[in-house]
């Protein structure tokens, strides 16, 4: 069974450029997630899908970031303009469905370099 | 608002050593704990969760925790580690819908 498949692996934009991450998540998962992950800190919840529908973006920043999942299955998570202190490491993940005691699968991740 | 604090973020320890693993978590309500592990080079997997029930719970590769609610913690533990265990760990508690990650602990075991 294929897993959570992300790309791309590594991104280095400069500051201000636009930048776009990919997402597929596991076959039959209806929920998924978007997580940043900064150096020396664990994962940080940015966004999460219930199918097609966002619902829990409170921890995105919606001033330049946005994401979207149509047709409830893959997923993309845009940032415009990028920022020096965007620089992380952006994680997907997926469930089955978004209860309290759903196991999270993750993709490899993509590590953002921003310069 | 939920919170999981793992101290010691770096472990350096010889083979066949012990490995414990500390982890607390800040929740007034019912939670449910993992821990994570990423090997290098790898995606995050699942290590063992805590639901309820037996409070001492055992995972994939010789791995355990305790789950000790007098104390919201939630430490791991493996008797005798190798160097394949080295690894970064990753305690995480879901109590409110929303899965929070400590900042992980970095083990490294050296032959």
């Known amino acids: 069974e294929a897993g959570v498949v992300q790309s791309p692996r590594y991104k280095i934009i400069e500051k201000k450029q636009p930048v776009a991450f990919w997402c597929n998540p596991i076959?039959?998962?209806?929920?998924l997630y978007w997580y940043r992950q900064n150096l020396g800190q664990g994962p940080e919840l940015l966004i999460r899908?219930?199918?097609?529908?966002?619902?829990?973006d409170s921890q995105l920043p919606k001033d330049r970031f946005s994401a979207e999942r149509l047709k409830g299955v893959d997923s993309t998570l845009k940032i415009q303009p990028a920022e020096l202190g965007d620089s992380a490491v952006y994680l997907c993940?997926?469930?089955?469905?978004?209860?309290?005691?759903?196991?999270?699968?993750f993709g490899a991740g993509t590590r953002l370099s921003v310069l | 608002a939920q919170s999981v604090s793992q101290h010691n973020h770096h472990v350096i320890l010889s083979e066949a050593a012990s490995l414990e693993l500390g982890c607390n978590y800040s929740y007034g309500g019912t939670v449910n704990l993992f821990w994570y592990v990423q090997y290098p080079g790898q995606h995050l997997q699942l290590l063992l969760k805590?639901?309820?029930?037996?409070?001492l719970v055992k995972g994939i590769k010789g791995f355990e925790a305790e789950f000790i609610k007098s104390k919201f913690s939630f430490n791991l533990r493996k008797p005798s580690v190798q160097w394949s265990d080295t690894a970064e760990y990753f305690c995480?508690?879901?109590?409110?819908?929303?899965?929070?990650f400590g900042k992980g602990n970095q083990v490294v075991v050296i032959p």
């Open positions: 805590y639901f309820s029930g037996d409070p």
């Open positions: 899908y219930e199918n097609e529908e966002a619902v829990d």
């Open positions: 076959s039959g998962h209806n929920t």
């Open positions: 993940a997926s469930s089955l469905d978004g209860g309290v005691k759903n196991i999270q699968y």
């Open positions: 995480a508690v879901n109590g409110n819908n929303r899965l929070a």
